[in-house]
């Protein structure tokens, strides 16, 4: 129930592409979903994150879309620049429960000029 | 203002030794999280504090602990280190509790020999 199933492991794309990963959760009560991009030898760094009553939110490059009876969220990476490339998770939590950030296992990201 | 610091960087310990690790915490953050990364496992949550008071546990064994000080810095102490606790342990401060507007250190590698 606390496990959140994130895919592809790794994806390559062409600079200006549209990378997306996707994230599915079990547990019904998770109303907080953040995505974490990580550089090499860095911590996670927070992109962008969503809450359940809402189905998309963007920030600058970043979307993430979000489908409630689906249990699943995805981020998608508009123009993806060589830049962009580095390991993505997703997390999923209940705050207000005491529930701590679950995280998928990660995306490498390779964006290729 | 300074990130989340996290000392030291790199360690080597001995299987049996135990290890101590710091994270100091953005000014004004009263919340410290600490995560355990690995490549199998991913971001695996160890504890919460806040307020010097442990406020969640992960399911980690009784030789991972932790304490938080009055200016909100916080230690983590592994004991009877094994092999398998080679990993990068990450702390993530955050204003209140709750892992709303995580900001992740860089973490500490620790290499268990």
């Known amino acids: 129930q606390q496990q959140v199933k994130q895919s592809p492991q790794s994806l390559i794309v062409q600079k200006g592409g549209i990378p997306i990963i996707n994230c599915a959760y079990e547990n019904t009560a998770f109303d907080y979903f953040p995505w974490y991009q990580q550089f090499p030898g860095k911590g996670p760094a927070l992109l962008i994150a969503i809450r359940p009553d809402v189905s998309e939110k963007k920030e600058g490059r970043f979307t993430i879309s979000f489908n409630k009876s689906a249990k699943q969220f995805s981020l998608h990476i508009m123009d993806s620049q060589p830049g962009d490339s580095a390991t993505y998770f997703c997390a999923a939590s209940r705050p207000s429960g005491n529930t701590p950030l679950v995280f998928g296992k990660g995306t490498r990201l390779s964006v290729i000029a | 203002k300074a990130g989340v610091t996290q000392t030291p960087r790199y360690l080597i310990k001995t299987r049996g030794q135990q290890v101590t690790l710091s994270c100091s915490p953005i000014s004004g953050h009263r919340s410290v999280s600490w995560y355990q990364q690995t490549p199998g496992q991913g971001l695996q949550f160890l504890f919460e504090y806040f307020s010097e008071t442990q406020r969640n546990k992960g399911n980690f064994p009784g030789r991972f602990s932790g304490r938080q000080f009055s200016n909100s810095r916080s230690e983590m102490n592994v004991s009877t280190l094994e092999l398998g606790d080679s990993a990068l342990y990450l702390c993530?401060?955050?204003?209140?509790?709750?892992?709303?507007?995580?900001?992740f250190g860089s973490g500490t590698r620790l290499t268990v020999v």
């Open positions: 993530a401060s955050s204003l209140n509790q709750g892992p709303y507007g995580y900001t």
